[in-house]
């Protein structure tokens, strides 16, 4: 049972390129989420998704988009990434109360 | 909507001494609260969560958390720190509504235990 598994664990972009982040959980949840981290923000919830084909928009939208097309993965593109989306990202599913995280994403854009 | 406040961005105790990390909220509805914390490069992991009944939770690594409704707190303490539980400590809360809520999160409390 490997949980929530999230890749790549590190990246470096230029301004401009795009790339997805994957994640992926075996734990048949429905519900998967995106957070990104930034010092003295907390995490701030990117998009989510109630199951396969189903998602909405969190606190922070902007430049990213998901899709679900399966119950196990739920990946985050970065169309054109910009300075500003440098940050840790985390992936999480949730069953009815509690929460799992993968280990995080940290992304650069120079 | 629902907020988290962690009031302090840092807390500095002495090992040995007991540990209080601080966390209010403000929900329209019952809170499910949880605490996480995270090592440096490291991923959340989970302490311990509220959902309903006692008050006080207990959780891991010796941690506990006292629900105060009429405070809307939800306050992380341990008798007694070690070095070791140097990190930073995210309080987040979730109001289970018709639809899909989400899990909102303070913006982290670093915790330095000085030996």
């Known amino acids: 049972n490997a949980g929530v598994t999230q890749t790549p664990k590190f990246q470096v972009l230029k301004t401009g390129q795009s790339m997805t982040l994957q994640c992926a959980q075996d734990?048949?949840?429905?519900?998967m989420s995106w957070y990104r981290q930034d010092p003295g923000m907390g995490l701030r919830l990117i998009h989510y998704?109630?199951?396969?084909?189903?998602?909405d928009q969190g606190e922070v939208p902007n430049g990213y988009n998901v899709s679900r097309s399966t119950t196990e993965d739920f990946p985050l593109r970065l169309l054109s990434a910009a300075p500003s989306q440098t940050s840790v990202y985390f992936c999480?599913?949730?069953?009815?109360?509690?929460?799992?995280f993968g280990s995080g994403t940290r992304l650069t854009v120079v | 909507a629902q907020s988290v406040a962690q009031p302090e961005d840092q807390v500095n105790v002495a090992e040995g001494n007991p540990l209080t990390v601080k966390c209010t909220y403000s929900?329209?509805?019952?809170?499910?609260l949880f605490w996480y914390v995270q090592y440096p490069n490291r991923g959340l992991q989970f302490l311990l969560k509220?959902?309903?009944?006692?008050?006080l939770v207990k959780g891991s690594y010796g941690f506990e958390a006292e629900f105060n409704k009429s405070q809307t707190s939800f306050h992380l303490k341990k008798p007694s720190a070690l070095v070791s539980d140097s990190a930073l400590y995210f309080c987040?809360?979730?109001?289970?509504?018709?639809?899909?809520?989400?899990?909102?999160f303070g913006k982290g409390t670093r915790l330095s235990v000085i030996a």
């Open positions: 999480a599913s949730r069953e009815r109360y509690g929460y799992t």
């Open positions: 734990m048949n949840h429905e519900y």
């Open positions: 998704s109630v199951g396969a084909g189903i998602t």
């Open positions: 929900v329209s509805g019952n809170p499910y």
């Open positions: 509220y959902i309903t009944g006692d008050n």
């Open positions: 987040a809360v979730r109001v289970l509504l018709s639809g899909n809520t989400p899990l909102v």
